[in-house]
């Protein structure tokens, strides 16, 4: 499935219907008078939050996104029929903006939740409404309200726990992998990962925590380099995250030097970000190369206060102790 996590569309709720100016004529009623019926509301538009989807991709070409109009009112003062409602179907951690201000009108991050976003137009009064003792054949009904349009940013933020950063080729996609149902495409080129994946990995018994690997970052991307920063919205949720440190021939350059500059280029996109747990991970310890250049780097980390863990997704040495303590700093950073 296309994964689609921007989108804009017009919504509208739906028009009243107009009244009705009808007169009563039915045999052995003489002066029957006014009999129009009032027109119906106009449909009303709802968000709801549905965990069955995982993209905005079905408003991808649905720009236009209208409730239906109430029916006008009818002779013997028939009400006229209401509009039905509209409901728009979005997944949990939709944002949703007004495109000409830019303000944020909700955030919707319950699943099940209904919100009522526009109320439908009311429908206008028949001439019945209007009798009174000094005007027994009123000639005029009231129009129906027109329903309110809106401009709309959808934005998707996914839900999870533990945020995967790092440099392309980091072994992200592999690690989650390994820790979980999710199967990502995994490659031995960079930016193999073009949209953010999402694994439920198990700890602590029955508890679960959902960890989320996003397109790898390099220098510049606050700028716009490589993905950019189009997919780090899909962190600023996690509650730690899990910083990847590959030191094998795959990557090039320092490893404490490219595990700055993702921070720095955290710290450009959002300050909050840099205010996170972090724990750093060194992966790949199957490749002789790099086991050898695991202790140097575990305590320069630890220097810096950091919990380090040396793992291979590979082999699966070190990821029991990595989930056993991810699920203990998940369970603090909630206690608190």
Same mark, same amino acid.
């Given at each position: 499935?296309?994964?689609?996590?921007?989108?804009?569309?017009?919504?509208?709720?739906?028009? !009243?219907?107009? !009244?009705?100016?009808?007169?009563?004529?039915?045999?052995?009623?003489?002066?029957?008078?006014?009999?129009?019926? *009032?027109?119906?509301?106009? !449909?009303? +538009?709802?968000?709801?939050?549905?965990?069955?989807?995982?993209?905005?991709?079905?408003?991808?070409?649905? #720009?236009?996104?209208?409730?239906?109009?109430?029916?006008?009112?009818?002779?013997?003062?028939? #009400?006229?029929?209401?509009?039905?409602?509209?409901?728009?179907?979005?997944?949990?951690?939709?944002?949703?903006?007004? *495109?000409?201000?830019?303000?944020?009108?909700?955030?919707?991050?319950?699943?099940?939740?209904?919100?009522?976003?526009?109320?439908?137009?009311? &429908?206008?009064?028949?001439?019945?409404?209007?009798?009174?003792?000094?005007?027994?054949?009123?000639? #005029?009904?009231?129009?129906?309200?027109?329903?309110?349009?809106?401009?709309?940013? =959808?934005?998707?933020?996914?839900?999870?726990?533990?945020?995967?950063?790092?440099?392309?080729?980091?072994?992200?996609?592999?690690?989650?992998?390994? /820790?979980?149902?999710?199967?990502?495409?995994?490659?031995?080129?960079?930016?193999?990962?073009?949209?953010?994946? =999402?694994?439920?990995?198990?700890? &602590?018994?029955?508890?679960?925590?959902?960890?989320?690997?996003?397109?790898?970052?390099?220098?510049?991307?606050?700028? !716009?380099?490589?993905?950019?920063?189009?997919?780090?919205?899909?962190?600023?949720?996690?509650?730690?995250? /899990?910083?990847?440190?590959?030191?094998?021939?795959?990557?090039?350059? @320092?490893?404490? *030097?490219?595990?700055?500059?993702?921070?720095?280029?955290?710290?450009?996109? *959002?300050?909050?970000?840099?205010?996170?747990?972090?724990? +750093?991970? /060194?992966?790949?310890? @199957?490749?002789?190369?790099?086991?050898?250049?695991?202790?140097?780097?575990?305590?320069?980390?630890?220097? /810096?206060?950091?919990?380090?863990?040396?793992?291979?997704?590979?082999?699966?040495?070190?990821?029991?102790?990595?989930?056993?303590?991810?699920?203990?700093?998940?369970?603090?950073?909630?206690?608190?």
């Amino acid at each position: 499935m296309k994964f689609v996590d921007q989108v804009r569309i017009e919504v509208k709720a739906g028009d !009243g219907g107009r !009244g009705c100016v009808s007169f009563l004529r039915e045999k052995f009623v003489p002066r029957g008078g006014p009999d129009g019926g *009032d027109g119906g509301d106009g !449909g009303s +538009v709802y968000f709801v939050v549905d965990s069955a989807l995982s993209t905005l991709l079905d408003y991808r070409y649905l #720009h236009h996104c209208k409730a239906k109009n109430g029916a006008p009112g009818l002779g013997k003062t028939k #009400h006229g029929k209401n509009g039905e409602d509209l409901e728009l179907r979005v997944p949990q951690g939709t944002l949703i903006y007004d *495109d000409d201000t830019d303000e944020l009108l909700a955030d919707l991050t319950e699943i099940g939740k209904q919100l009522l976003f526009l109320p439908g137009g009311k &429908g206008g009064r028949g001439n019945a409404r209007f009798a009174t003792s000094t005007n027994r054949a009123p000639r #005029h009904a009231q129009p129906g309200i027109a329903g309110e349009v809106k401009s709309l940013r =959808l934005e998707l933020k996914l839900l999870a726990d533990v945020g995967l950063v790092g440099l392309p080729n980091a072994g992200k996609s592999t690690l989650i992998s390994a /820790l979980s149902a999710a199967k990502p495409k995994i490659a031995d080129y960079p930016f193999t990962t073009l949209v953010p994946n =999402l694994g439920v990995v198990p700890y &602590g018994g029955f508890k679960t925590m959902v960890i989320a690997d996003i397109p790898g970052l390099i220098a510049g991307a606050s700028d !716009g380099q490589g993905l950019g920063t189009r997919f780090l919205r899909h962190v600023e949720r996690t509650d730690l995250f /899990l910083h990847l440190v590959d030191t094998s021939c795959m990557q090039e350059g @320092d490893p404490v *030097d490219n595990f700055e500059m993702i921070n720095a280029e955290l710290k450009r996109y *959002d300050e909050s970000l840099t205010g996170k747990p972090q724990l +750093v991970v /060194l992966t790949k310890i @199957d490749v002789p190369e790099v086991r050898e250049k695991t202790l140097e780097l575990t305590k320069y980390f630890e220097s /810096l206060n950091y919990m380090v863990f040396a793992v291979s997704a590979v082999t699966g040495e070190g990821l029991k102790e990595l989930v056993t303590a991810v699920g203990d700093e998940l369970d603090r950073l909630r206690a608190v």
